[in-house]
């Protein structure tokens, strides 16, 4: 998850105008003005964007959720954290919903051959924002829950850092999205909009790092005290 958050943010910052010309040339977006340019940012964002949003629900369903049932058939209660990752997968479809919705109205108008004011605005003024504080929060929910599971056993000062951890990642991501830069949707390729996107993503890949390293550092103790207590147990 980190690398790839790093190398997103790598990627958008020294190649977003080439990409953005390359999906014109690749899908073979008409040269409208607003339309052309909404549509090479729609695509931007389906390609670059949402795989943030894909890689935390994949680990949260198909990693931490398999450790939560195994955990329940040692009679260990996760139903907290298995809560929070619940929670996490409607902001998942938040952030789809934000992105896709609204292109029904926009197709609706071309049909009518009229212009989509309102789409047009929204992706212009909202859609940054909505789309980066539902991604922060989803991201955190999933980044603390297996701290919350952990810390109800070993109250190490270490999950505290590690939960630290994620909620900077998650207000990085929500003051980027609601912070002064231009991030509109019509102005990826901007130096500013990549400058900052760039720094924010390569500071949440290596949050997320530590905060699953220091995750991990604590998980593997439990088991190493388990391993102790059965070996003494088995001398006895």
């Not at 699953?212 to 439990?222: H, R, Y």
Request: glycine share 6%; net charge positive.
């Amino acid at each position: 998850m980190s690398l790839l958050y790093i190398t997103i943010g790598i990627i958008v910052y020294m190649y977003a105008d080439i990409i953005l010309s390359w999906y014109t040339k690749l899908f073979g977006i008409p040269d409208i003005p607003i339309i052309g340019p909404l549509m090479d940012g729609v695509l931007f964002v389906t390609v670059m964007f949402l795989p943030l949003v894909s890689i935390t629900v994949v680990i949260s369903r198909f990693i931490l959720r398999r450790t939560y049932k195994k955990l329940e058939q040692l009679e260990i209660n996760s139903k907290t954290p298995q809560f929070l990752l619940s929670l996490a997968r409607f902001f998942f479809i938040g952030c789809a919903i934000a992105t896709f919705a609204p292109l029904a109205m926009v197709a609706e108008s071309a049909m009518n051959m009229e212009i989509p004011a309102s789409s047009i605005n929204y992706f212009q003024s909202s859609f940054m924002s909505i789309f980066f504080t539902l991604l922060g929060i989803q991201l955190f929910l999933t980044m603390i829950s297996p701290i919350v599971q952990l810390y109800g056993r070993t109250k190490s000062r270490g999950l505290l850092l590690a939960g630290f951890l994620a909620f900077i990642v998650s207000s990085s991501l929500i003051y980027m999205a609601n912070g002064q830069w231009n991030i509109s949707i019509f102005n990826l390729a901007t130096s500013e909009f990549k400058s900052s996107f760039g720094t924010v993503m390569i500071i949440c890949g290596i949050c997320i790092f530590l905060c699953f390293w220091l995750v991990s550092k604590d998980a593997k103790s439990i088991l190493r005290y388990q391993k102790m207590h059965f070996t003494m147990k088995l001398g006895e």
